[in-house]
């Protein structure tokens, strides 16, 4: 069997070679081989010289078909080549929102072709927050969405609430999350406790950090940011680190604006295996971003037992405590969470989410979609056959 799998992903490409990128790596394809046994991918690229990537190369056995922009869809080649991977291929994994996703759904219906739908996000926060002038945008593809979910025949959601009631379907569906974790150690929380304890007071330098991408402003680390140049006049000692690709110079220059440049260290992208040792060394996890699905970077947070707080957006409140939740946007109401955490409070919480960091254990997960999965290919292969 052939999957194809679409998302307007952006895939590094070096010298002719696609190359695994954070939460596209060797598990995310061995995830789909393992069901379809040979896979074909439709997204966009982005070239990189040999010296800029860090990770593997994809098996050359996952063939690709890639544009640059979106703007290339006008183009009839572009067009065709996403028709010939369709027609090629037996079943469809389209992951939304995405461009492509949604531009692949009617060729699905035109070819026959059966397709499950993963929703991973929102539409209308995505677009929304990159600026006032992208409303009318966010609500045409928002409603594209709504009815491409409402109609799909099989639906995976990664929350277990947030993105049912605001895109339901009509089919059948189930609550997967798309991150997973090999396993969940207590050791892990025994390092957090004892890293807790040995904290001394408000003057001793905490650090605070985020996972995401550096130059995306719906991320909002610009939020922590001017949240810090408030709690250091306070008195608060803060390092506020940020992990993750991107060019930083924008957040610098809101640094440099209210006087917190010495505060901010800039760590950049990581291997994989290395956020997780960056989450071991800092004291408490933040995610400000104004648009989340269900977020990676919380989950593997968890996992470390890292005291956490976010912003009220996608899927968050599932994940963490609602009591350390803040507005989107809200700078006095980063500031107030900040100073619910005592010693007493960071040891809860992160006994807290260690616990519900087993929930997105891959052993668990995996076992779940994969009966889903397979469900929706014993089906349709019945109603072939009941068709010939």
Same mark, same amino acid.
């Given at each position: ?20 990128? $954070? ?8 995830? $789909? ?77 035109? $070819? ?153 260290k800039i760590i950049g992208a990581l291997e994989h295996h290395d956020v997780f040792t960056w989450l071991e060394d800092i004291d408490i996890y933040v995610h400000p971003s104004k648009t989340e699905g269900l977020s990676r970077a919380i989950i593997e947070a968890m996992s470390k037992g890292c005291p956490i707080f976010g912003a009220d957006a996608g899927g968050i409140h599932e994940q963490i405590d609602n009591h350390f939740i803040f507005d989107k946007g809200d700078i006095e109401g980063i500031c107030r ?52």
């Amino acid at each position: 069997m052939l999957g194809l799998f679409i998302h307007d992903h952006k895939f590094p490409k070096v010298e002719g070679n696609y190359h695994y990128s $954070y939460g596209f790596d060797s598990e995310f394809f061995n995830r $789909y081989l393992a069901i379809f046994g040979n896979l074909s991918v439709i997204a966009r690229e982005k070239n990189l010289d040999i010296e800029s990537v860090t990770t593997n190369s994809v098996d050359k056995n996952v063939q690709f078909t890639t544009i640059r922009n979106l703007k290339e869809l006008k183009k009839k080649k572009t067009r065709d080549n996403i028709k010939q991977a369709i027609k090629k291929c037996d079943y469809m994994v389209i992951r939304l929102p995405s461009i492509l996703g949604l531009y692949s759904v009617k060729f699905a219906k035109k $070819y026959n072709k059966p397709y499950i739908i993963e929703v991973v996000g929102c539409a209308w926060d995505a677009i929304a927050n990159k600026g006032f002038t992208q409303i009318p945008f966010a609500f045409f593809i928002m409603n594209l969405m709504k009815k491409a979910i409402l109609n799909a025949k099989y639906v995976v959601y990664v929350t277990e609430e947030f993105l049912q009631k605001r895109y339901p379907t009509r089919g059948k569906s189930i609550s997967c999350s798309n991150v997973t974790l090999e396993s969940v150690e207590k050791i892990d929380l025994d390092k957090r406790l004892t890293k807790i304890s040995q904290l001394e007071g408000t003057n001793e330098r905490i650090t605070i950090g985020t996972c995401a991408t550096l130059d995306v402003i719906y991320k909002a680390q610009e939020d922590v940011i001017q949240a810090i140049a408030t709690l250091k006049k306070d008195g608060y000692n803060i390092e506020y680190q940020l992990v993750g690709g991107g060019n930083a110079s924008y957040l610098k220059d809101i640094a440099r604006k209210f006087g917190v440049l010495e505060n901010i260290k800039i760590i950049g992208a990581l291997e994989h295996h290395d956020v997780f040792t960056w989450l071991e060394d800092i004291d408490i996890y933040v995610h400000p971003s104004k648009t989340e699905g269900l977020s990676r970077a919380i989950i593997e947070a968890m996992s470390k037992g890292c005291p956490i707080f976010g912003a009220d957006a996608g899927g968050i409140h599932e994940q963490i405590d609602n009591h350390f939740i803040f507005d989107k946007g809200d700078i006095e109401g980063i500031c107030r969470i900040y100073n619910k955490f005592t010693k007493v409070t960071m040891s809860e919480q992160a006994i807290k989410n260690h616990k519900n960091s087993q929930r997105y254990i891959k052993e668990n997960l995996y076992g779940k979609r994969r009966q889903f999965f397979e469900d929706f290919i014993k089906q349709n292969q019945m109603s072939r056959k009941k068709g010939n």
